[in-house]
């Protein structure tokens, strides 16, 4: 091989390593991104949630379509968390709706289908209120019925930093409760299972975040 090159005086060109495409804001597959968390960390213990530490990496990334045109886009950080971004038409900043970030604050493995059954109904996951953490939390979705509803149920279409991809149905109910006139404290129930009857139930603990509270550096 080598008596060729030499003879033709030509070498394969070597291929530039693959850039990770970027999303909205310039988040993307393997990035690392600052977080301003001054604003939650001044309220102290009035906040159950664990702010994580202000640099998080991606390790994974999902979309998930909602319906009507909906969809939202998850980024997986180092720290147990993820930014949720929720827009509807195109994949464009000016039509994201809101951005989350939320952090693991509890979870559990479900080891048997008949659990699994009692925590996807609307008894268990979909309650008007829900106490957690010593606090009561008001349901957000369908927030105008006063009795239980079903949890929302939702595919999502993960890929991590080591190329793998796979889906995770997903049976969730969201709640908040008011901290103050400007934040409210998130609770996402979520039951989830995938491969081969993996299933977890958690609890994440969040908040809405500016544009402004957070930006890629790498």
């Known amino acids: ?28 597959l393997g990035c690392a991104v600052e977080l301003s ?4 960390r001044v309220l102290g213990d009035e906040l159950k949630m664990e702010f994580p530490g202000d640099t998080q990496l991606i390790e994974a990334i999902s979309r998930t379509s909602l319906g009507a045109g909906s969809y939202m886009l998850r ?28 952090v693991y604050d509890k979870s559990n493995a479900i080891a048997t289908k008949a659990e699994w059954e009692k925590v996807i109904t609307a008894d268990f996951i979909g309650t008007p209120t829900f106490q ?23 595919t999502e279409k993960v890929e991590n930093k080591a190329g793998e991809r796979y889906s995770v149905d997903n049976f969730c109910m969201l709640y908040e409760r008011g901290i103050n006139d ?12 995938s491969g081969d009857n993996e299933r977890m139930l958690s609890y994440a603990l969040g908040v ?11």
């Open 182 to 193: 400007d934040i409210n404290e998130l609770l996402l129930i979520n039951a989830e299972e």
């Open 75 to 102: 980024y997986y950080t180092s720290d147990d968390a993820f930014i949720q971004i929720n827009y509807s038409g195109d994949e464009t900043e000016h039509n994201v709706e809101d951005v989350l970030l939320f």
């Open 37 to 40: 968390s001054l604003d939650f």
């Open 208 to 218: 809405n975040l500016s544009p402004s509270q957070f930006r890629v550096i790498s």
């Open 1 to 28: 091989m080598s008596f060729f090159k030499d003879l033709f005086g030509k070498k394969k060109q070597e291929e530039a390593p693959k850039q990770p495409e970027k999303g909205l804001f310039g988040l993307h």
């Open 132 to 154: 957690h953490s010593d606090r009561e939390f008001q349901r957000v979705f369908f927030g105008d019925n006063d009795g239980n509803v079903p949890p929302v149920a939702m």
